[in-house]
T-cell receptor, first 115, second 116 residues
């Protein structure tokens, strides 16, 4: 069974450009989460989808970030325009059940470098 | 608001020695507690979790953790480390079955180096 896959693994862009990160959750997992780790700091929650609906987007830093999950399958996270402080590793995770009793499966992350 | 503190940024341990990674949390109710590990080039993998019941929980790869409510701690232990345990370890807390709040709050991580 395929795990959570993320693309690209590493993206280098200049300030002001746009980047789109993609996450393919494990098949059948309705819950999809985005997290971010800025260099040397803690991993922070960004948002949570249940199928195609945004359940919780309280962690989204500002309106330069747009997350979508059309059809309830894969998700994209777009940063437009990118700023230097957006650099970090963006993790996607998925789970089959609501709440935290079900295991959360993480992808390897997409490293974003903004120059 | 919930928070997690991992006071040790980097720990170096000899292969075969015992290990304890510290984790302190702040949360108003009974927390759900987790330890994750990230090996180089991999995603985060769940080592173990605590929801309720026995405060000593066993996980994968020979790890265990003990929940101590009085100390707000959830330290991770292993009696004898292997070179393959070199990785970064993250402690996390969550609000449990609150379907309105399913996010995890992570600590800053502890990087473990194993020396021969």
């Amino acid at each position: 069974e395929a795990g959570v896959t993320q693309f690209p693994s590493h993206s280098v862009i200049e300030k002001g450009q746009t980047v789109t990160l993609r996450c393919d959750p494990i098949s059948g997992h309705d819950n999809l989460y985005w997290y971010r780790r800025v260099m040397g700091k803690e991993i922070k929650f960004l948002l949570h989808f249940v199928k195609e609906s945004k359940q919780d987007e309280s962690g989204m830093p500002n309106n330069r970030f747009l997350a979508e999950r059309t059809g309830g399958t894969y998700s994209t996270l777009k940063v437009q325009p990118a700023e230097l402080e957006d650099s970090g590793v963006y993790f996607c995770a998925s789970s089959q059940v609501r709440g935290l009793t079900g295991e959360l499966f993480f992808g390897e992350g997409s490293r974003l470098t903004v120059l | 608001a919930q928070s997690v503190t991992q006071p040790d940024i980097h720990i170096t341990v000899s292969e075969g020695a015992s290990l304890e990674l510290r984790c302190n949390y702040s949360y108003g109710a009974t927390p759900y507690l987790f330890w994750y590990v990230q090996s180089p080039g991999q995603g985060l993998q769940l080592l173990l979790k605590y929801f309720s019941g026995d405060t000593l929980v066993q996980g994968i790869k020979g790890f265990e953790a003990e929940f101590k409510r009085s100390q707000s701690s959830f330290n991770l232990r292993k009696p004898s480390v292997h070179w393959s345990d070199a990785a970064e370890y993250f402690c996390a807390v969550g609000a449990g079955t609150n379907f309105g709040n399913e996010k995890l709050t992570f600590g800053t991580g502890t990087r473990l180096t194993i020396i021969p």
